[in-house]
């Protein structure tokens, strides 16, 4: 991804520089895009995020599910719009207006995920990473592999690319 092509191209430049000197905080670094949802907090790896945008307008799919809100043209692609929180809880969000969408860009895949809240950039201490959360809801677990615990919180680490091969939320036709 680009993104993670310019990542890269920042740290080549900071190894370059003489007078950088890699820290150990650096090292047991892990970062990612956080959000909010359905009351928990997620944690997305860097390089599963394209970019983060404001709810846009879209087009209703016909004989679809409901979480399923449509097809928005973003620069000339076609992103398809889930609403997240309605897939996991199967109530509609109270307020679309105020939700931002996570674009996820995975071969020939745009999605447009939802959320109830994008709080940026996180960074996390990799010695405050656990392997699994027994408090996360059921319904989330088998998208997220562990958590991290920061400032008297769980984020729990969402993995996009599992969704994506999941064959429920990949079938959103109504039979």
């Not at 890269?8 to 949802?37: D, P, Q």
């Not at 679809?64 to 043209?73: E, I, R, T, V």
């Not at 931002?100 to 201490?125: E, M, P, W």
């Not at 996360?136 to 993995?159: E, P």
Request: aromatic content about 14%; some cysteine; proline content about 3%.
């Amino acid at each position: 991804m680009a993104a993670n092509g310019f990542i890269e191209l920042l740290r080549l430049a900071k190894r370059g520089n003489k007078n950088y000197t890699s820290s150990e905080n650096e090292v047991n670094r892990w970062s990612g895009i956080a959000f909010e949802m359905l009351g928990q907090f997620f944690v997305a790896p860097l390089g599963e995020v394209s970019e983060v945008i404001y709810y846009p307008h879209y087009t209703l799919i016909p004989n679809s599910h409901s979480w399923l809100k449509g097809l928005a043209n973003i620069r000339g692609r076609l992103l398809s719009i889930t609403d997240l929180p309605e897939y996991f809880s199967g109530e509609p969000s109270r307020n679309p207006s105020q939700q931002k969408v996570l674009c996820i860009s995975h071969q020939d895949q745009y999605l447009g995920l939802a959320v109830d809240q994008v709080l940026g950039i996180q960074h996390f201490n990799k010695r405050s990473f656990f392997s699994s959360n027994r408090s996360l809801d059921q319904r989330l677990q088998k998208y997220c592999q562990g958590y991290f615990s920061q400032h008297q919180r769980d984020w729990n680490i969402f993995l996009f690319s599992r969704m994506l091969k999941d064959t429920e939320y990949m079938n959103a036709a109504i039979k």
